[in-house]
């Protein structure tokens, strides 16, 4: 499930009435797992309590002993959710990285909605994340019992979601640029590396060109970016800045004027453009970094299928997701035919592959 649809399922599950189902997201490292619990927390009206269990200690979760009237009582850890009238999340981040004893000591709040004596308010949804038991990370496996008590959600990224997301966030061109052209480089896990392409690595490098700490051509670029992204990546992303980057036509300007002159830049582009240029239009479609409304987006978007070689229209349509076919067809209904009619060429040219 790509994450911004688990964000979406997780909201649901906070609306509704069961605190008794447990979503366990598992996915790579640096994709946004804990970002849409806190973000889905935030939007539903929750407190979140995150617990990075990896760092912690079983004293840590069910409190320390102290003797009150001869009898050992087990204080409230600091953390704890307060019976207060709040929405609480309890976020049990990196459960599979935790120590044995940890991990036993979570297993009680998976199925008891308590730790040692100190029972959860009744103000409290438990949600959880994990990294895949692969040999990209020194995790362990959740194991049966563990696993029987939560509902196991295996989350990933897609270049075209996160795409729009870095697009609203405001991303350094060049990165979003490298990002469109070179899409299998958005996540590249390794199992040698401490530093590999993630969508949180790129961000925090997009964050070094956007708030001036670095600009391109500095002289310790590669140093910075491979500390965030590791060498490999560095040197390709370098390569692209350097010497290949050529700026394409990117959607702000086929949707801010799209006229002769534009269509005549976008239909004399070379293939490597165009399809950043495609891609760039798909994903814009989605994003509020432009003044026009969607329906104008979608108005322009017809008009340049219809301008576009025989293969990039291909290449377009086929992009489109169903709720952007119909948006289209629904603002310009002339259109359907020739989506179908591209779409029918697209299969002959698969089944001519074959």
Known sequence: MIIE??????????????????????????????????????????????????????????????????????????????????????????LNRAPLDVRQAVFQVLTEFKLHTHVLPKNVKIVVAINPANDNYQVEELGKAMGNRVCLIPTTVEPESFYIYAKDEGFDEKVLNFLVVQPDLLLKVSQNADQYPSPRSWHMLSNCFTTGLLEHGDQDEFAVAAGFIGKTAAAVYLRFVKDNYKKFLTAKEVFQGYGPTTKKRLIGQPNDAMSATIADIVSGLGTKDMKQTFKAKYVIVAKVILDLPNEYQVSLVTKLTPAQSAKLIEVNPTIAENIAKIINRAKEGNNQDK
């Open 5 to 94: 649809r688990a964000k979406e399922l997780f909201k649901k599950q906070l609306r509704a009435k069961d605190n008794k189902t447990i979503f366990c997201f598992e996915g790579d490292a640096g994709i946004g797992k804990s970002a849409i619990v806190k973000q889905g927390a935030a939007e539903e009206g929750y407190e979140v309590v995150e617990l990075r269990l990896a760092e912690m200690e079983p004293g840590d979760l069910i409190g320390v002993p102290r003797g009150v009237d001869g009898k050992t009582v087990w204080l409230q850890p600091s953390w704890f959710p307060a019976d207060d009238g709040k929405k609480y999340i309890l976020f049990f981040d990196e």
